[in-house]
């Protein structure tokens, strides 16, 4: 395999805060460097139920999980043992349940938080966390500068053919802050500038890059259910693949098959979806 895609989901950012608040985001969409497409959570539009649909390709009431309390070794194909399965080399850095759902479940503190594995038929470089003690007053999230760095870390060192990385502050402060607010706007700003200089540095190195989030998030900032701020983000591709017209809605069982599509990656025929690029 040699093509090369990065995914960078940013969790729980609804569609009016991207386009209002990603200024760099949004000048490569004036620039033509990129396009922009709204994207809809699947439901419930809860983070892991909507983390196990990015990658299998399947709706909740196929895979099974119902919501974070609910998180097992999926039994789906799904874009890390597709794209081993096609060649390629994998990596990840993100928030423990992603590590229960593709490699190991349950998730073990000191043999799980960073592997190496290179016959891994799943994640073969995995860096994660688990934010223990998570609560209203406590975010327990690690700086979104330091994961973009770790991740290009292991892009460079490894030659990840996919590299996936989700972060949880900006669905933290969500929760605490609710959307509409002068605290959201600010780490929405500061999210944009920590995570802009990492898009040409990874361009640059031969990565197509995806920026989107697993769901959005409420006027009281909630989500799970259905109604176009809890389930509709935007999703930025950066790379050379035509996609639909900007006013097209994507589904989100629309993203493994595309993501498995630009790879050349052999889709299975659990993924009913079409890809969105072409």
């Known amino acids: 395999m040699d093509r090369k895609l990065i995914l960078i989901i940013l969790d ?3 569609w009016r805060n991207w386009r209002r608040l990603f200024g760099n985001l949004e000048g490569w969409v004036d620039s033509g460097d990129a396009q922009v497409w709204k994207i809809r959570a699947v439901l419930p539009s809860i983070s892991a139920s909507c983390y196990a649909s990015i990658h299998t390709g399947v709706s909740p009431a196929v895979h099974g999980c119902t919501g974070n309390g609910n998180v097992f070794r999926l039994s789906q194909p799904d874009v890390f043992s597709q794209v081993r ?4 080399t994998t990596g990840a850095v993100a928030h423990s349940f992603w590590s229960e759902f593709f490699n190991r479940h349950p998730f073990d503190y000191v043999r799980d938080i960073e592997y190496d ?9 995995g860096r994660f966390h688990t934010m223990t003690g998570y609560g209203q007053n406590n975010q327990m999230t690690p700086s979104d500068v330091d ?5 290009t870390n292991l892009s460079l060192r490894f030659g990840l053919n996919y590299a996936m990385l989700h972060t949880c502050t900006l669905d933290s402060m969500g929760h605490r802050f609710f959307h509409e607010c002068q605290e959201m706007d600010h780490a929405c700003v500061v999210m944009d500038e920590m995570l802009a200089p990492f898009i040409p540095k990874w361009r640059a190195a031969g990565y197509e890059v995806i920026v989107t989030a697993d769901h959005g998030q409420d006027e009281r900032g909630h989500h799970g259910g259905r109604s176009d701020l809890q389930q509709d983000a935007a999703l930025y591709y ?3 693949a035509k ?6 809605l994507i589904d989100q069982l629309q993203l493994a098959p595309t993501i498995l ?6 889709i299975p025929d659990t993924m009913k979806a079409k890809s969105f690029l072409r």
């Open 85 to 88: 399965a096609g060649g390629g």
């Open 117 to 125: 594995e290179p016959d891994s038929d799943t994640i073969n470089h």
């Open 12 to 14: 729980g950012v609804p």
């Open 147 to 151: 994961l973009f760095a770790t991740l």
């Open 261 to 266: 599509s630009r790879l050349g990656a052999p």
């Open 238 to 240: 950066f790379g050379p």
């Open 243 to 248: 996609g639909p017209s900007k006013d097209t």
